[in-house]
């Protein structure tokens, strides 16, 4: 009987010890996400996409443009930012320009309504209300979390010339994690020209 005792004894202490040893095992961390990147990048034919940043100075507002290549556009201004962000602006005040971005299930971001992903616009441009005070600008953001996988959307249409001169040109810049893409776009009222759209997978 003692030597039963004895032995669960033995095999207690020797368990306590194996877990005390385990406590003191370094566990390495897991290794680190790799960063946001664009793949299979699909753009208009034409169109150059700048992707080298040359900081210009401080950021200039409603330019949809990284100014100080920080890999935020548009920061400072009344804008949402995130680490998805994709900004459009012109200067044509009358012009009446959308950004429609789809994400990977399809789903258009709206003003004010969180796709499932995350994604939302927070401007659209031109109000009648006169809340752009004609710097148009629109702009679509990840509201919270990691960007949904998969393959994105984004088109830029021309909706109404009105009194402005064709073509409109239109800065297109998007952020991808920390770093930002931007490209001039051409759009005229014709089902060749009234729209542009850029494609890529996460």
């Not at 499932?116 to 979390?145: H, I, Y």
């Not at 994105?152 to 994690?177: C, E, F, I, Q």
């Amino acid at each position: 009987m003692r030597g039963a005792r004895a032995g669960a004894r033995r095999a207690l202490g020797a368990a306590l010890a194996a877990l005390l040893l385990a406590g003191c095992i370094e566990v390495p961390p897991p290794p680190p996400k790799p960063p946001l990147e664009p793949k299979n990048l699909k753009v208009p034919e034409g169109v150059g996409l700048e992707m080298a940043c040359t900081p210009t100075g401080v950021e200039l507002c409603f330019d949809a443009r990284d100014n100080n290549c920080n890999g935020v556009i548009d920061e400072g201004c009344g804008l949402h930012t995130g680490i998805l962000q994709f900004t459009i602006a012109w200067e044509e005040a009358e012009a009446d320009v959308d950004l429609n971005v789809y994400d990977p299930a399809g789903e258009l971001a709206r003003v004010g309504e969180p796709t499932a992903s995350g994604l939302m616009k927070d401007r659209d441009c031109p109000r009648v209300s006169g809340e752009c005070q004609e710097q148009n600008v629109e702009n679509v953001f990840l509201t919270e979390g990691e960007p949904a996988r998969g393959r994105y959307r984004v088109v830029v249409r021309l909706d109404k010339l009105n009194d402005a001169t064709a073509p409109v040109r239109v800065r297109l810049s998007a952020r991808v994690g920390q770093r930002s893409y931007s490209m001039a776009l051409d759009l005229s009222p014709s089902p060749a020209s009234e729209e542009k759209s850029v494609e890529f997978t996460l």
